[in-house]
């Protein structure tokens, strides 16, 4: 074996070397980033948790809606307010990740229904007018999206949900009487 052919042979596996390497380093980027949007989709699921803790907590004011807020109190208005920015900001940071990249696509569509139900309420259409400076401007692109969208369905759905009243909209649900359980063979404490 000449000099050449070890050149040539020293090229080979040089190029060899650097296939097996760019190959090593597309699974290690592709495992990073399914790991980045299960951490991202569980972070954003944390959030949640709290977001409904906190939706909880303010049920009787929640419940109320946008339909109430002419009649809310000023410290009523702020828990409110507040209430639904930090939701959003959040919600606005999901969206961000699905556009990067950093979350699985289709991940932000319930809340992509969700929010453009209330914009298709004319209590929930004016609160945003109201409050969307507090949000990112590409949040705001994307509400205004949303807002623009014309679907009656949605509008109809969230006037239900929202407790908005209005055409189409459904009232609440009656609630079947509660029954007692029969006893089914168990025997009652203290027989």
């Given at each position: 074996?000449?000099?050449?052919q ?44 709290d ?82 400076d ?12 949303m ?45």
């Open positions: 074996m000449d000099l050449t070890l050149a040539n042979l020293g090229e080979f596996i040089g190029g060899v070397a650097v296939l097996v390497t760019l190959i090593y380093l597309a699974v290690q980027v592709r495992q990073n980033t399914q790991t980045l949007r299960r951490s991202n989709a569980r972070q954003t699921s944390l959030q949640n948790s977001a409904l803790r906190g939706w909880a907590d303010s049920s009787e004011l929640l419940v109320g809606g946008f339909h109430r807020l002419p009649d809310m109190t000023p410290a009523e208005r702020l828990r409110f307010n507040l209430i639904w920015i930090i939701w959003m900001q959040g919600t606005g940071q999901t969206f961000e990740d699905e556009r990067n990249g950093v979350q699985d696509p289709g991940f932000s569509r319930p809340y992509r229904l969700f929010l453009r139900g209330l914009l298709a309420t004319p209590e929930g259409r004016d609160w945003w007018w109201q409050l969307k507090y949000f990112d401007p590409r949040f705001q692109e994307e509400m205004q999206k807002a623009t969208d014309g679907s009656e369905e949605l509008a109809t759905a969230a006037r239900g949900f929202f407790n908005l009243g209005g055409p189409g909209a459904p009232g609440p649900r009656p609630r079947a009487p509660l029954r007692p359980r029969k006893n089914r063979g168990r025997r009652e404490l203290g027989s």
